[in-house]
């Protein structure tokens, strides 16, 4: 989720400072960039927080059938 606010915030910025260059730059479409790279970022987050429990789950388990115990005293 952070990955996907950082990213969010960054495009935010990014295309508020291009619409005061360009001279082009309104309420509406702020509201617009925000509503729609917030979102995006939700979303972007959210997919990678599921890829990475999956890798975490994989990993996980792969861990749990390794039989690295010695072995018995005879």
Do not use: C, H, N
Not at 8 to 21: H, N, P, R, S, V
Not at 57 to 65: F, L, N, V, W, Y
């Amino acid at each position: 989720m952070l990955l996907g606010g950082f990213w969010a915030t960054l495009m935010i910025l990014g295309y508020t400072g291009f619409d005061l260059l360009r001279g082009t730059f309104s309420i509406e479409a702020l509201i617009r960039t925000v509503i729609t790279f917030g979102i995006g970022g939700l979303a972007f987050g959210l997919i990678m927080k599921g890829w990475m429990m999956r890798k975490l789950k994989q990993a996980a388990s792969r861990d749990a059938t390794d039989d690295d115990s010695p072995p018995p005293a005879t």
